[in-house]
């Protein structure tokens, strides 16, 4: 493989450096995401990240996409505004193939090519994200070869009834308003809250300054029910309802101008599941329904365009079986995806319902009973309707050297399905599907080390991964008629480098935290027979953030500056100018969000974002926000 020796050997320095530190063991967490049952972190294989509700207070950040700007492996591309396309990328993967889980329930859109919508995901209702990188698709299948995010809404419990919510305003327009509330009825724990984002927004183009604004409304509501006995109920609903104005392409440059268009987007998310422990021997069985839907609706000049939709029912039941302090889980699942288009007639008809199930069964072994040395194995049988069947394995390991220092690494096989808009998506004079595609499959491999020193007061992890892609699809392979197709490509892609994330806690009222990620991600090139870097993958990535608390603890403030590198992107001319790449520059965003605790009932804040109004660009032609400042209070009574 190509993971170059001074990578190995900076993970050797890095276990020799701290190899001989002893301190108290730390608090260990659990975690949900990384294995088909909840585990302690300490026997986790994989690179994870957890942001949890003190976190998201702290960055204040309106969208979870800005968070993970933050977090070692990802980049973000945003095309223009708030409420504008937003891509995320992690370790050099497409944006399809990291899968984000709400409460559970897969949220990737299948009418927008399995993308997750991640310019809808406000902060304001979550309370806990977790991020596990490298290969997952063994336990969560498709979309989930570069990893996932498992976003976790509010909670009812703690024997508290409670609401809180928050108000704030600022540049362009901006207008936000969220309220939540919670309580704990005996056997009933129940959550939800409603929010509205609303800004005039700002101009996306290079030319004619018209603001480009966007409106967001989001819903949740979370039960869980438990019986005296060992029977226990969830459910998790959440609805959001979007409107955002963006600027068409300009077939004359090649470039977006100002122009009267708009998308509409609806996504529903439901899922309820039972469990429950039997006998002695202490077997549980879990039962679950996810229900998915989403439409998507485009306008220009007041006329409807093209639109997609999609339905998606998941059904599953997991029998968990503990073998001494080792586990065992055996699960079944199938999946039903139903897609659909529509849209006027012109040079072909994109009106069309597709469909295709899944139907898998998946099994996990989970060693834990050595004292030091942690193993999960794992795999998966799916059985797919248009495509020929599927085996992936995986298996990740963990050793704890001291309570200081865990060693840990991981490797997986995963497959990405193509898309229904890669297959059958059609748009009159510049797209039409290819219903021959194959599925993408994948080999990765990670290793890393996790350490503390003084006391814990000093965090780091280092991580080095590869990934091979075979069958990658591209997607803008030009046609005999001068539209544009997607087709698997010859040969191997390549995604490799390394990351590192480390935390300070200098004293009680400063901290300082860094990370970095180098990515290294080619594809092989049709014309030349050699290999390219892939498109919108900065090869250099990083963020700095600086903590500091005053007045015991009631003055809170985070200052975080994120770098993002130099990107390649690829420019579409005026026909018949051939499409050409094309570099974005470097850039540096420098935010400050500031808070103060007036009363347990109260706190005011302040936010500013692109504080040096950096003029930058994420993806080719698409201008993005300037410097802005922003002023909320934040309500909470009993919470």
Do not use: C
């Amino acid at each position: 493989m190509k993971i170059t020796h001074s990578i190995f050997s900076a993970v050797t320095l890095a276990v020799a450096s701290v190899g001989s530190v002893h301190a108290e063991e730390p608090v260990d967490e659990i975690v949900v995401s990384a294995a088909r049952t909840p585990l302690s972190l300490s026997d986790i294989g994989n690179a994870v990240t957890i942001i949890d509700n003190n976190d998201i207070a702290a960055r204040q950040a309106l969208t979870v996409a800005d968070l993970l700007r933050s977090v070692p492996g990802f980049s973000v591309s945003r095309t223009g505004v708030s409420g504008s396309q937003t891509q995320v990328r992690v370790r050099g993967a497409e944006a399809n193939q990291i899968l984000v889980l709400i409460d559970g329930n897969r949220a990737n859109d299948t009418a927008t090519g399995d993308e997750f919508r991640w310019e809808f995901l406000s902060t304001a209702q979550i309370e806990r994200i977790e991020i596990v990188r490298g290969a997952q698709s063994t336990l969560w299948g498709t979309d989930a070869i570069g990893g996932v995010v498992n976003v976790i809404t509010r909670q009812g419990g703690d024997g508290v009834a409670g609401a809180d919510g928050y108000a704030e305003a600022g540049s362009f327009g901006t207008r936000n308003l969220g309220l939540n509330g919670s309580t704990d009825a005996g056997a009933w724990q129940l959550a939800g809250g409603i929010e509205r984002q609303d800004t005039d927004g700002a101009n996306i183009s290079r030319t004619v300054e018209v603001d480009d604004g966007a409106e967001l409304s989001t819903l949740f509501a979370n039960a869980k029910w438990r019986s005296d006995g060992s029977l226990e109920i969830k459910s998790a609903l959440r609805y959001s309802d979007a409107t955002a104005e963006f600027d068409a392409i300009d077939f004359s440059t090649g470039l977006p101008a100002d122009s009267d268009s708009v998308n509409e987007t609806s996504t529903l998310t439901a899922n309820v599941t039972g469990r429950w422990e039997s006998g002695a021997a202490g077997m549980t069985h879990s039962l679950s329904a996810r229900w998915f839907d989403s439409d998507n609706e485009s306008f220009a000049n007041g006329e409807a365009g093209i639109s997609s939709g999609a339905e998606r029912l998941a059904l599953s039941y997991q029998l968990d079986i503990p073998i001494g302090d080792n586990g065992l889980s055996l699960a079944a699942e199938h999946e039903q995806s139903d897609f659909r288009q529509r849209g006027a007639v012109v040079f072909g008809d994109p009106n069309q319902d597709q469909s295709m199930d899944i139907s898998s069964l998946i099994a996990e072994y989970r060693g834990l009973a050595a004292e030091n040395f942690s193993w999960i194995a794992s795999a998966r049988f799916d059985s797919n309707s248009d495509f020929d069947d599927a085996f992936n394995a995986r298996l990740s390991g963990a050793y704890t050297l001291s309570p200081t220092l865990k060693l840990r690494g991981s490797i997986g096989t995963g497959q990405k399905n193509p898309t229904f808009t890669e297959r059958f998506g059609f748009f009159p004079g510049t797209f039409v599907g290819n219903p021959n595609l194959e599925p993408e499959e994948s080999l990765s491999i990670d290793a890393g080390v996790d350490a503390s020193l003084f006391d814990d007061r000093l965090t780091w992890q280092l991580t080095v991964f590869q990934q091979n892609l075979e069958n990658e699809i591209n997607g803008f392979v030009f046609t005999e008629n001068f539209e544009v197709t997607a087709e698997n490509q010859d040969g191997d892609s390549e995604r490799q480098g390394a990351e590192i994330a480390a935390q300070w806690q200098i004293n009680a009222n400063i901290a300082v935290d860094a990370s970095y990620t180098y990515v290294d991600a080619t594809e092989p090139d049709a014309v030349t027979g050699g290999d390219i870097d892939e498109l919108r993958r900065p090869r250099h990535t990083g963020a700095l953030g600086l903590s500091l608390a005053g007045f015991d603890g009631r003055w809170n403030n985070r200052l975080t500056a994120e770098y993002g590198g130099t990107r390649l992107d690829r420019f579409f001319p005026p026909f018949p100018t051939p499409s050409e790449i094309v570099t974005i520059g470097n850039f540096w965003l420098l935010d400050l969000s500031s808070q103060f605790t007036v009363s347990d009932a109260l706190t005011v804040y302040l936010r500013g974002s692109n504080l040096l109004d950096e003029d930058y660009e994420e993806v080719f032609g698409y201008q993005t926000l300037g410097r802005a400042g922003y002023v909320g209070l934040r309500f909470n009574f009993g919470r």
